[in-house]
T-cell receptor, first 113, second 114 residues
Framework: AQKVTQAQTEISVVEKEDVTLDCVYE???????LFWYKQPPSGELVFLIR??????QNEISGRYSWNFQKSTSSFNFTITASQVVDSAVYFC??????????FGKGTRLSVIA | DAMVIQNPRYQVTQFGKPVTLSCSQT?????MYWYQQKSSQAPKLLFH???????NEADTPDNFQSRRPNTSFCFLDIRSPGLGDAAMYLC?????????????FGDGTRLSIL
């Protein structure tokens, strides 16, 4: 069975601090994909990144970076120099071979000015 | 430019009164999904269409139906809404099922039941 665990329910940081959101997944598939989505208060889910199981290269996009480690089944997301506009709920998700997208329960990030 | 459009943004209906939520897309994607998201929870997949092929999740209540008259449009019908159906309903599309294609979401319709 596919499972995604986001152990951090809520995180609060002060603006300009770095913050890491944890994601641990379980799957028996050898080919799978991992995603991060951002859900701001307005409600839409915004796609941030996709990683496939064969690509463990870390990725950086501006202030965002992702660390994928198959050895620990983790796909963590770091925001550097956080800003108030980063306040949102962040979902990690897993797509296996022939199964629907499975979401974690989300981490609510509050960035305080 | 909005690519997955959901109307209305907010919908209020009465207990037991049928309601229809709509979703349209300009991406020409093959797959369209409907999710239900309750407060402080992850989105839960209700069903999806792969072209005209309808795929219902096993635990989706019979009260929820869907129609996809063409590639661009998909509707969610709730035949007799109960108080427990109050939620955000999210429509999403992807270019293909599987192969790791990301899903692109609309802004959602927040449904309230009186």
């Amino acid at each position: 069975a596919q499972k995604v665990t986001q152990a951090q329910t809520e995180i609060s940081v002060v603006e300009k601090e770095d913050v890491t959101l944890d994601c641990v997944y379980e799957t028996r598939d050898t080919t799978y994909y991992l995603f991060w989505y951002k859900q701001p208060p307005s409600g839409e889910l915004v796609f941030l990144i996709r990683r496939n199981s064969f690509d463990e290269q870390n990725e950086i996009s501006g202030r965002y970076s992702w660390n994928f480690q198959k050895s620990t089944s983790s796909f963590n997301f770091t925001i550097t120099a956080s800003q108030v506009v980063d306040s949102a709920v962040y979902f990690c998700a897993l797509l296996g071979g022939n199964t629907p997208l499975v979401f974690g329960k989300g981490t609510r990030l509050s960035v305080i000015a | 430019d909005a690519m997955v459009i959901q109307n209305p943004r907010y919908q209020v209906t009465q207990f037991g009164k049928p309601v229809t939520l709509s979703c349209s897309q300009t991406l020409n994607h093959n797959v369209m999904y409907w999710y239900q998201q309750k407060s402080s929870q992850a989105p839960k997949l209700l069903f999806h269409y792969y072209d005209k092929d309808f795929n219902n999740e096993a635990d989706t209540p019979d009260n929820f139906q869907s129609r996809r008259p063409n590639t661009s449009f998909c509707f969610l019908d709730i035949r007799s809404p109960g108080l427990g159906d109050a939620a955000m309903y999210l429509c999403a599309t992807s270019s293909n099922r599987g192969f790791g294609q990301p899903q692109h979401f609309g802004d959602g319709t927040r449904l309230s039941i009186l």
